[in-house]
């Protein structure tokens, strides 16, 4: 009997035809990968421009370019990504339980502010906060996402209270503990335990959108490029950019790959809940009881 119940295994003539087909693929792949660098050799992209990370003009050295792109940038957009995390976290956990509240007059504003926080661009948000309220150029770039990612992590985190069985609040209400109690004691730590890898995926968008940051004048990773390219001239555009991209794939395949990890832990743990037995203690035998 196959082992899927859906389809029967492929047979000898199939599994060479996927062979041929894979090869094929392949080779068209790589034949497209030499095409399209060679056409940028023959352009000149491989030309002297790319010594601006091992001999920049001048008077800059290596050191300062990778410090500016590396330090001054990419920290400028961690160090908001981080701030913006725990707030937009915190006032997660605020809309979703009063969005969850059984009270409609207290419902009913929560997901009208959830609605139109996710509804207005991110950079919007930014302008907002930079022309409305005069708030740095940091500030404003936190304060944007803050609140848009708020309001993602909110539904994120109903959706997790939405996902428990039902019985945990009467089984907290029965032992005599109020709504608050039972969310914070019983429900919100497996909330975010569920939600965990969705949690670490969306704070992965928030990194990505850090990048708007520069329209506003923060100077964060792209707009540290912008700078560097306008300092030493146009045809240093591409090598920057090429780095710029290679140190957010880098960032956000490292942050992406620990959700999958996350997710993958918390899954073998519960696997291993459910296979969990009760031993005896040693030494102590089964009593087979019999009736009269």
Same mark, same amino acid.
């Given at each position: /009997?196959?082992? $899927?119940?859906?389809?029967?295994?492929?047979?000898?003539?199939?599994?060479?035809?996927?062979?041929?087909?894979?090869?094929?693929?392949?080779?068209?792949?790589?034949?497209?990968?030499?095409?399209?660098?060679?056409?940028?050799?023959?352009? &000149?992209? #491989?030309?002297?421009?790319? %010594?601006?990370?091992?001999?920049?003009?001048?008077?800059?050295?290596?050191?300062?370019?990778?410090?500016?792109?590396?330090?001054?940038?990419?920290?400028?957009?961690?160090? =908001? =990504?981080?701030?913006?995390?725990?707030?937009?976290?915190?006032?997660?956990?605020?809309?979703?339980?009063?969005?969850?509240? &059984?009270?409609?007059?207290?419902?009913?504003? =929560?997901?009208?502010?959830?609605?139109?926080?996710?509804?207005?661009? !991110?950079?919007? /948000? /930014?302008?907002? &906060?930079?022309?409305?309220?005069?708030?740095?150029?940091?500030?404003?770039?936190?304060? @944007?996402?803050?609140?848009? $990612?708020?309001?993602?992590?909110?539904?994120?985190?109903?959706?997790?209270?939405?996902?428990?069985?039902? &019985?945990?609040?009467?089984?907290?209400?029965?032992?005599?503990?109020?709504?608050?109690?039972?969310?914070?004691?019983?429900?919100?730590?497996? !909330?975010?335990?569920?939600?965990?890898?969705?949690?670490?995926?969306?704070?992965?968008?928030?990194?990505?959108?850090?990048?708007?940051?520069?329209?506003?004048?923060?100077?964060?990773?792209?707009?540290?490029?912008?700078?560097?390219?306008?300092? #030493?001239?146009?045809?240093?555009?591409?090598?920057? #950019?090429? %780095?710029?991209?290679?140190?957010?794939?880098? !960032? $956000?395949?490292?942050?992406?790959?620990?959700?999958?990890?996350?997710?993958?832990?918390?899954?073998?743990? @519960?696997?291993?809940?459910?296979?969990?037995?009760?031993?005896?203690?040693? @030494?102590?035998?089964?009593?087979?009881?019999?009736?009269?």
């Amino acid at each position: /009997m196959s082992g $899927n119940v859906l389809y029967d295994a492929p047979g000898p003539r199939t599994l060479r035809i996927e062979r041929i087909a894979s090869i094929a693929v392949g080779v068209l792949i790589v034949g497209f990968l030499a095409w399209v660098v060679v056409g940028m050799i023959d352009r &000149g992209l #491989f030309n002297e421009r790319w %010594a601006i990370f091992t001999d920049p003009p001048r008077g800059q050295s290596a050191e300062d370019v990778w410090y500016s792109l590396l330090v001054r940038g990419l920290g400028a957009t961690l160090r =908001a =990504a981080a701030v913006a995390a725990p707030i937009a976290l915190a006032l997660a956990f605020v809309l979703a339980i009063l969005r969850t509240s &059984g009270l409609k007059l207290v419902r009913g504003p =929560a997901v009208a502010i959830i609605e139109l926080l996710r509804g207005m661009p !991110v950079l919007l /948000m /930014m302008f907002f &906060g930079l022309l409305a309220f005069g708030l740095t150029s940091f500030e404003a770039v936190v304060f @944007g996402l803050a609140l848009y $990612n708020a309001a993602i992590v909110a539904e994120i985190l109903r959706a997790g209270l939405a996902a428990l069985p039902k &019985g945990q609040v009467e089984a907290g209400t029965a032992i005599g503990l109020t709504r608050w109690q039972t969310l914070r004691i019983i429900q919100l730590p497996q !909330v975010v335990r569920l939600m965990l890898p969705s949690l670490i995926s969306q704070f992965v968008v928030l990194l990505k959108d850090s990048s708007l940051g520069f329209i506003v004048g923060y100077p964060e990773l792209l707009r540290t490029m912008q700078l560097n390219y306008s300092f #030493f001239g146009d045809q240093y555009r591409l090598p920057l #950019f090429v %780095a710029v991209l290679a140190v957010y794939l880098i !960032v $956000n395949v490292t942050l992406s790959r620990l959700a999958v990890y996350i997710d993958r832990r918390l899954s073998e743990r @519960g696997q291993h809940a459910k296979q969990a037995t009760v031993l005896l203690p040693a @030494g102590l035998d089964v009593v087979e009881t019999k009736g009269p």
